[in-house]
């Protein structure tokens, strides 16, 4: 989540990622969702979100928009069709759905969010959230790619998945970077500080962090459940 006080924008809410933030904002004050992509892990709450907007005791006098990306629609409503019993309604009796064009800039109140194609084995897409001049940028799950790069150009702070362990190599089509690819692409980048997420419980936050400052001088920091960090 991004929070600049007045309009807070969760980027991607995968498995336990709802439990996790509501200790930081409630459901009720959330301004918008961002999935960039739809594989389930950074997306799937958004069907207990469904149920707590539904149900909770915290409601909203508007729908929630959620942005979701090309063919994310369809996706989404495929897999609930499944329990949704309520019918057509099930999601749209609280969700604002939208599908994002990523070639296009999408403005959520005072914010302006801009896209780039990401080096995943699905369509997935790296957002860069702006706003007063400050600015962070999501990497989504990707390779390193030119066009992450490019879109991460001297953000503030770089938010990137280091999915790969130490020294570990995919095979075949590649998806996913380790905490020294993102180090390399933060460095290319010229970006202030790199947040590294979207890690196994097999690394640990000293690899992680040694094997991104082997390409990257700033500021490392690794993202944990509950961590949060001042963008001032
Ligand atoms: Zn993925
Ligand atoms: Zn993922």
């Excluded at 699905?122 to 999501?138: D, L, N, Q």
Aim: glycine share 8%; hydrophobic share 40%.
């Amino acid at each position: 989540m991004v929070d600049d006080g007045e309009t807070p924008i969760v980027l991607d809410l995968g498995t336990g990622a709802l439990a996790n933030l509501r200790r930081h904002v409630d459901y009720d004050r959330i301004a918008a969702v961002v999935i960039s992509h739809m594989h389930a892990d950074h997306f799937i709450d958004l069907v207990p979100l469904r149920y707590a907007l539904r149900y909770g005791p915290r409601r909203r006098k508007q729908k929630l928009p959620v942005h979701l990306p090309p063919g994310g629609l369809t996706m989404l409503r495929t897999l609930v069709s499944a329990f949704a019993h309520e019918g057509g309604e099930f999601l749209d009796d609280v969700f604002d759905l939208h599908e994002y064009d990523p070639s296009r800039a999408l403005a959520i109140d005072g914010a302006t969010l801009r896209f780039a194609h990401t080096a995943h084995y699905i369509p997935a897409f790296a957002v860069r959230w702006e706003r007063h001049g400050a600015s962070v940028t999501y990497s989504a799950d990707t390779a390193p790619d030119e066009r992450v790069v490019a879109l991460a150009r001297e953000t503030d702070v770089f938010v990137c998945e280091a999915t790969l362990r130490h020294g570990e190599v995919e095979p075949g089509i590649r998806g996913h970077s380790s905490a020294a690819d993102a180090g390399r692409m933060a460095r290319d980048a010229g970006v202030g500080r790199l947040l590294l997420t979207h890690y196994g419980e097999e690394s640990t936050a000293r690899d992680l962090d040694e094997d991104a400052r082997t390409n990257f001088a700033g500021d490392v920091l690794v993202a944990d459940d509950h961590r949060t960090f001042d963008l001032g």
